[in-house]
């Protein structure tokens, strides 16, 4: 048995500030084996890819290829190594053709010359063999989503390989092009090559797998051969925190619907309905890539809805940007709140106010008032910071995600949608948030969270919908939510 | 800790005047102004046999003459102060002062139009070109450089096509604007063009100050997703600043028109690179959401005192554009170094 070891990663350790994500962990993989990897968002999928592929180092621990110990390993060293990976993402030149995609820094030559016969022939051979109809000449941007990946396979395979990890790789797949890349694998499997396939989709694991390993906050559960595996049993592994570690927050009082969506459809969203009343907290779940953005997205404008209807406070109103938003008392704290919700080369001042200027009619502004307000929010969010006039990009993350609270705080508004609200938090600025969460809802005022942070979504929510593919599947409520019920729903086991 | 942390916000917002005043963005570039003008009236003063009287640097006459000769790129320079903040260029504005001043010089001398007729023209004109850039810049998301430059090249045709390649005179008329001057002393001079950029520059300075829009100009600048997502129409608040930049396009080239008396189809070729440069050197991010219009108040005195000098202390005219160029280039390695060395400090 030992023998047929190609991969043994032995006592893995990994933090980041303040997380701890890995902490002895242990993996095999077995020579021609497709080893799937299955757990929650968050559970260190990501970053066990990453410490194989050479992005990260672990911290403590060995990894060891053909019995070999790799040392510092870098992405070119595992690459060279012949561990190749396919990230969830496309990773391609979409500009070039397939055979300049397959060759790109790694070129066949003649000499100083290029040798492009050879490489046309060499491309033929490897698109005969994955039974790809794609031609060489082929622009790789001009191709569909299971095509590119296909080059991607093809592109791994020219390299030496032994070890191909693929991370998600059926994400906007449709039915037919997950059964080819499927049968591609388990082809190549065959062939010998040893495969790690990470995936949210559990029909898919039944179909390829040989092996199973559960994982959850950075443990293994457990390793599985197929045979001995069932979805009940597999799902039981993934959930089962200790529920008494979760944050226990104060209820609220539930009052009338506030904001109610009908039948809304868009960017990606289809046929969706929901509400939320005052004092409640309405949790969204699902998967990565399951239209949950895309959905808090429409609600507040940012995408154009094509059709539903929304009503607040019983009346039908029209959203169709975020400053209509904004003037029917929504606010939006996005995901990546770098990017979208600060001016992180601008001082607080500037951060905290710039949403409320939405909420008056006067263009004239007071300098002195804005300092004011901004004062009155950074202290009410208890924001670490020398002075209001520092800049964003000078604080932490929590104190970043408090201002973008601050921001929206100083609208007054009454329905706070929360894209993973504690994204990058650490431990104690995550509790504050949730005190903020709660006394937001004391105070009547509803919140939608999305998050996929599971004893977050449980402490906090008094009902959650669960997203596949862009549609709510189910509406849990306040008893039967629990790990289990949510997960089940979202990666779609037994129906 | 609330109370901690409070006091200590209480603390930094009351700094005393002169920390604040070398903590300020402009600092450096006032500075760096303040000593070219002493080591500028130092070395004339020793090159005129050090005799006061003899100096003409820091005489009365030159400063006017200075200040006049900075007005109308200080104009335009404010302009487009507002589209850089926005994180966008404009490079047409040098051909479209051509374009403006001939196109009027042609309506008052063909037409017979008055001054204040040919102003509101101008104002017409460039307004609506601005806006129709403006319109495809901020729909299409288009860098507005490329766009900018199809413009440029627009202008210079329907200028040619205009005059024919001749300047048209305006025979004695239409001086109000440019030549009329208040006599403060015997030898100064407030020329209107330069009472003009007062005026203007203290009026924009007031607006970005106590207005939303001059708020909101940061914020579009500073990160254009994130001010969408905070309530602000990008797309049509873009197209109103393009529209305010023509406005003080339309200005400068009118006062450009009076000052010159005839409309030359050069008018204005090449001014969009000193405007530009003034922009830059007073503090204006090229990726927008930071700068001031005192920073280009600035940046436009500064560049034309270099001029200036190096005209008075007899220098080659040729070696102008080289200083004007290194000056250009030291300013921004200042402004790239200031902050690389605030970074460190901080974290």
């Known amino acids: ?495 | 800790m609330s109370n901690e942390n409070s006091e200590q916000i209480a603390r930094q917002t009351r700094n005393s005047f002169f920390q604040k005043m070398i903590q300020h963005e402009n600092a450096t570039m006032f500075f760096v102004l303040v000593l070219i003008i002493v080591i500028v009236f130092f070395v004339d003063f020793f090159s005129s046999g050090m005799v006061l009287s003899k100096a003409k640097f820091l005489s009365g006459l030159n400063i006017s003459n200075v200040m006049l000769q900075v007005a109308v790129t200080g104009i335009m320079a404010l302009g487009i102060t507002l589209v850089m903040l926005m994180g966008d260029i404009d490079l047409s504005i040098g051909w479209m002062m051509c374009f403006v001043g001939t196109t009027s010089a042609y309506l008052l001398r063909n037409f017979g139009w008055s001054g204040w007729m040919i102003i509101l023209a101008g104002v017409v004109i460039s307004v609506f070109f601005q806006l129709l850039m403006g319109f495809i810049i901020s729909r299409t998301k288009l860098e507005s450089f490329i766009i900018s430059l199809g413009f440029m090249s627009i202008y210079r045709g329907f200028t040619y096509l205009v005059t024919n390649g001749r300047e048209i005179t305006l025979g004695g008329n239409f001086k109000f604007l440019g030549k009329t001057s208040i006599k403060l002393t015997p030898t100064f001079k407030l020329y209107t063009p330069v009472l003009i950029f007062i005026i203007l520059a203290i009026l924009l300075w007031l607006i970005m100050k106590y207005t939303k829009f001059g708020r909101r100009i940061y914020a579009v600048g500073g990160n254009e997703k994130a001010a969408f997502l905070s309530g602000i129409n990008v797309m049509n608040f873009k197209l109103m600043v393009f529209g305010i930049s023509g406005l003080f396009m339309a200005i400068a080239s009118m006062t450009q028109l009076s000052r010159l008396g005839t409309g030359n189809p050069l008018m204005g070729q090449g001014k969009e690179i000193d405007v530009i440069a003034a922009v830059v050197v007073g503090g204006t991010a090229l990726s927008g959401g930071k700068g001031n219009i005192w920073g280009t108040v600035i940046g436009v005195i500064l560049l034309g005192i270099i001029s200036n000098a190096l005209n008075i202390l007899g220098v080659n005219p040729h070696y102008q554009y080289i200083m004007k160029g290194l000056l250009i280039i030291l300013s921004v390695l200042v402004g790239y170094y200031s902050s690389v060395r605030k970074n460190n400090v901080k974290s």
């Not at chain 1, 390793?223 to 089962?240: A, C, F, P, R, S």
């Open chain 1, 1 to 495: 048995m030992k023998n047929n070891l190609i991969l043994e990663m032995k006592g893995i350790q990994k933090a980041f500030p303040g997380v701890k994500v890995f902490d002895n962990f242990n993996f095999d993989l077995i020579k021609g084996e497709v080893h799937c990897i299955c757990g929650e968002n968050g559970a260190g999928k990501s970053t066990l890819i990453k410490m194989l592929s050479g992005a990260y180092l672990p911290d403590k621990g060995t990894i060891a290829l053909d019995e070999e110990v790799i040392l510092n390993n870098t992405p070119r060293l595992a690459m060279g190594k012949g561990i190749q990976t396919i990230y969830q993402e496309h990773n391609l030149y979409p500009l070039l053709n397939v055979v300049n995609n397959l060759f790109a820094g790694n070129e066949m030559t003649n000499g100083i010359l290029l040798d492009s016969k050879g490489m046309i022939d060499k491309t033929l051979e490897i698109l005969d063999f994955l039974h790809s109809e794609i031609s060489p000449f082929d622009i790789v941007g001009d191709l569909g989503s299971g095509a590119q990946k296909t080059v991607e396979i093809a592109r791994a395979l020219i390299q030496k390989s032994k070890i191909l990890i693929l991370d998600e790789p059926t994400s906007s797949f449709s039915k037919k092009e997950i059964d080819f890349l499927l049968n591609i694998i388990k082809k190549l499997s065959k062939e010998g090559l040893s495969i790690i396939y990470i995936s949210h989709h559990l029909d898919e694991v039944f179909v390829i797998a040989d092996r199973v390993t559960v994982i959850r906050d950075g443990e293994k559960v457990n390793t599985y051969l197929i045979e001995d595996l069932d979805e009940h049993k597999l799902i039981n592994d993934m959930v089962g925190r200790d529920v008494s570690s979760f944050y226990k927050r104060d209820e609220a009082e539930i009052s009338d619907v506030f904001y109610k969506a009908d039948n809304i459809s868009g960017n990606g969203v289809t046929d969706v309905s929901l509400f939320v009343r005052k004092g409640e907290l309405l949790g969204i779940s699902g998967m990565v890539g399951s239209g949950r953005t895309e959905l808090a997205e429409l609600l507040f404008g940012v995408k154009e809805m094509n059709q539903g209807e929304i009503q607040i406070n019983g009346k039908e109103v029209n959203i169709d940007t975020p400053l209509d938003a904004i003037a029917n008392r929504m606010c939006f704290i996005t995901e990546d709140r770098q990017s979208t919700g600060l001016f992180l080369d601008h001082s607080l001042v500037r951060n905290t106010v710039i949403a409320s200027y939405a909420k008056s009619t006067s263009p004239f502004v007071l300098p002195s008032d804005d300092v004011k307000i901004s004062e009155k929010y950074i202290r009410q969010m208890n924001v670490i910071t020398p002075s209001v006039f520092q800049k964003a990009m000078y604080l932490s993350g929590g104190n970043q995600q408090k201002v973008v609270l601050a921001k929206w705080f100083a609208t007054d508004c009454d329905l706070f949608i929360f894209d993973e609200p504690t994204r990058g938090i650490d431990v104690g600025a995550k509790e504050e948030i949730y005190k903020i969460m709660t006394e937001l809802l004391r105070k009547g005022k509803s919140i939608i969270m999305i998050s996929s942070d599971m004893p977050e979504l449980i402490a906090m929510s008094d009902r959650v919908l669960v997203m596949r593919n862009g549609r709510i599947v189910v509406t849990i409520e306040k008893s039967e939510i629990n790990e289990e019920n949510i997960l089940q729903h979202s990666i779609g086991g037994s129906e």
